[in-house]
Each structure stands twice: as structure tokens, then as C-alpha cells.
């Protein structure tokens, strides 16, 4: 579950089983806003992007899918970021352009311009590094 902070329209949800459904909310009315998004099993984390709230990342199945309101419609982006096949149990829009997914090794997946960028292994055992984008 996200909610888009910077103007407290939306509330955005992730079902499970059988199917993953993503289901978009007016957060003001908690009405549905069109149809949910059904994406199949294995999705696990969904996100409103901070920089642009009509988008919306669901990260599982060792990729992050971007879903785009568009007039009260659900539209997958064809944009999908593939990532390493590991079990990534977070993510987060580090910018409008960059996504950074952590798995649960503890590795960390930096993505730019919706594509695999750089993977960063055991970032704890590594002192006072920097990491560019």
C-alpha cells in the first residue's frame, strides 16, 4: 500500500493470490478510480512515484512494472526494468528517474532511466562509501 504524499489524492493498493490486482484510490472520496490492474502472481511492493503521483511502480518476479493512470484508466507503461533474478522485497524512487530496489540479501539495484544500472553487493560491509549515479 503507498499514498501519494505531496497532494493526498491517491491511495494505491496491492492485492495477492490468486492474481496480483493493483486497485488505485481517491483517497478523499476511498472510491476506486477505474478498473484494477491485474498483473499475475509474484508481485509483492507497490509505490507511487513522488515526482510524477500518476505513476506507480509494483516491483516482483525479478522486475519493477510502471502503471500509469490515465483518465481514470490503469495502463501498463511498456517500460519494465529488468533486475537481477533475486527476491527483492523493496523499493523506492530515489528520483523521477532513478529507482533503487534492496533484496533480501541486503544487496541494493539502482536503476536509471528504466534500465539496470549497477548492483550494489553487501553495501554494509563497505566504510564511508560514496556511490554515483
Not at 76 to 85: F, N, R, S
Amino acid at each position: 500500500m503507498a499514498y501519494s504524499h505531496k497532494n493526498g489524492k491517491y491511495l494505491v493498493c496491492l492485492t495477492k493470490h490468486p492474481n496480483c490486482q493493483v486497485i488505485l484510490l481517491d483517497a478523499g472520496r476511498m472510491k476506486p478510480v477505474g478498473q484494477s490492474y491485474v498483473l499475475g502472481p509474484g508481485y509483492n511492493v507497490v509505490k507511487i512515484n513522488p515526482f510524477d503521483m500518476r505513476k506507480i511502480s509494483v516491483s516482483g518476479n525479478g522486475n519493477i512494472k510502471l502503471i500509469q493512470e490515465v483518465e481514470n484508466t490503469l495502463k501498463e507503461l511498456p517500460d519494465i526494468i529488468h533486475l537481477p533474478k533475486d527476491n527483492f522485497v523493496t523499493h523506492i524512487w530515489f528520483d523521477n528517474h532513478h529507482l533503487v530496489a534492496a533484496n533480501d540479501k541486503g544487496e541494493i539495484c539502482i536503476t536509471k532511466n528504466k534500465h539496470f544500472y549497477q548492483k550494489i553487493k553487501k553495501p554494509y560491509n563497505i566504510p564511508n562509501k560514496v556511490y554515483e549515479f
